[in-house]
């Protein structure tokens, strides 16, 4: 374990001196915000905390950010777009159309999902990114997979809210979510019920019906 360790360390060390050096012979070119670390030769390992309106309390989570001091890093917005399918349960009509556009402004911070829809029925539909990207025969269930939670936190309920005239403009923030890294939600779907998200639909108390889904694709 301590040879592993070990190992890992003089990767990430040696991947951040080769960032370092690249940043200093304008090797990056990027529109991001440069951040400078001046406090001497030595590794700091940060682990970040998560909040969310999906999360019910605070939580450490598994990933950490390391650095070698003095060390320069580019922080660059990421950026991902979902075109929505109508799903089988609308027998593809075409009444029912979407997008959603993700963005993050930085690794450390999480991901904000700015989309709308119309076509859809009045009041409350849930909304959960699912595991898989694979929405054949029009967002069925088996290819899209379970609600994706890393972090198997106790979720919040997750909806938006349709107006009357069958449209909604929505905007949701969920911390617990990336576009980078391992964890990345790149290439996994997006999901909206015809159901609302609540402990009902949650515990298979009640069927989910996808009315729309998409594929998370990157848009940077």
């Known amino acids: 374990m301590k040879r592993y360790q070990t190992i890992v360390m003089a990767l990430v060390i040696a991947e951040l001196m080769a960032t370092e050096a690249a940043v200093l012979a ?24 998560l909040t969310s309106n999906i999360v019910s309390r605070h939580k450490n989570s598994d990933l950490h ?7 320069r890093y580019i922080e660059k917005e990421a950026k991902a777009v979902a075109t929505f399918m109508e799903a089988a349960y609308f027998n593809n009509s075409g009444a029912v159309q979407g997008v959603v ?17 119309r076509g859809l029925t009045p009041g409350k539909h849930g909304i959960r990114i699912h595991e898989f990207g694979d929405i054949r025969d029009h967002c069925r269930a088996d290819r ?5 939670n890393p972090y198997k936190v106790k979720m919040q ?5 349709v107006k009357e005239d069958g449209t909604a403009d929505f905007v949701l923030t969920d911390k617990t979510l990336t576009l980078v890294g391992g964890r990345s939600i790149i290439g996994r779907s997006i999901v909206i019920d015809q159901e609302p998200d609540d402990d009902f639909t949650r515990n298979g108390r009640a069927s989910r019906r996808a009315v729309l889904c998409g594929v ?5």
């Open 26 to 49: 304008g090797g990056i070119r990027s529109k991001g915000k440069e951040r400078v670390m001046h406090e001497g030769p030595k590794v700091l390992i940060k682990s970040t905390a």
């Open 65 to 71: 950010e390391i650095y070698l001091a003095p060390y």
């Open 101 to 117: 556009v993700l963005t993050q402004e930085a690794p450390a911070k999480g991901v904000t999902l700015r989309g709308n829809v």
């Open 144 to 148: 899209t997979g379970q609600v994706y």
């Open 157 to 161: 309920e997750s909806n938006i809210e």
């Open 216 to 220: 998370i694709g990157r848009a940077d």
